[in-house]
Each structure stands twice: as structure tokens, then as C-alpha cells.
Nanobody, 120 residues
Framework: QVHLVESGGGLVQAGGSLRLSCTAS????????MAWYRQAPGKQRELVAT???????SYADSVKGRFTISRDNAKNTGYLQMNSVNPEDTAVYYC??????????????WGQGTQVTVSS
């Protein structure tokens, strides 16, 4: 019984900002690695940003300097702060996480996806 829920997507104008959240709930012991992906129509899903359990981050070149991935371990929540967005950022954004369950063992799961649309 593990759930990964995304929120925060919507419509934003170019140059604006948006903050996505990803919260794990259920029989969670801890979150290990967490990542954000995105997929635009007709394109492959691409990795946007990652964060380790220790807080180390990495970013795709296309978002480096504009997006920030973070986490709040006490809340079992990850975030993607999107600044200076442009129309090329339009996509469905997905959260992915490796989890340790309360019953022991590792589980990889995905959020449902949230649509981000940037208007020019």
C-alpha cells in the first residue's frame, strides 16, 4: 500500500514560475533516490532532475540554472521548482522514487503525472 502523488501543474506564461510536489504515503519507511521526468507529445520521456537520499542533485542541461529539485524527508515529499519557464518546458511531468517500505524491501514507483503548459 504505497502511493506517490504529484501536484502543482498548470498553465503558466513564459518567464513565470511553477512548483511541483511529489508526496509518498502509505507503508513508507524512507525515500531513497527521487527523480523528475517529463514527456512532451511525440517525444521520448526524458530525465529532468535527480536527488539522492543524501541531497546530491543533478540536472539535464536544458533545465540547469532554471529548475531546482529538493526534498523534505520529514514529509516524504520531493519538489521541483521551475523558474524562467519557456514553451519548450511544456510536458507531462512525472515523479519517480525508490522507496524502502515498512515491510522491508525496495520499491520503485511513479506518480500519475501532472501537466505543465507554458504559453508564449
Amino acid at each position: 500500500q504505497v502511493h506517490l502523488v504529484e501536484s502543482g501543474g498548470g498553465l503558466v506564461q513564459a518567464g513565470g514560475s511553477l512548483r511541483l510536489s511529489c508526496t509518498a504515503s502509505g507503508n513508507i519507511f524512507s525515500i531513497n533516490h527521487m527523480a523528475w521526468y517529463r514527456q512532451a507529445p511525440g517525444k521520448q520521456r526524458e530525465l529532468v532532475a535527480t536527488i539522492t537520499s543524501g541531497g546530491s542533485t543533478s540536472y539535464a542541461d536544458s533545465v540547469k540554472g532554471r529548475f531546482t529539485i529538493s526534498r523534505d524527508n520529514a514529509k516524504n515529499t520531493g519538489y521541483l521548482q521551475m523558474n524562467s519557464v519557456n514553451p519548450e518546458d511544456t510536458a507531462v511531468y512525472y515523479c519517480n522514487a525508490d522507496l524502502w517500505t515498512a515491510f522491508g524491501g525496495n520499491l520503485n514507483t511513479w506518480g500519475q503525472g501532472t501537466q505543465v503548459t507554458v504559453s508564449s
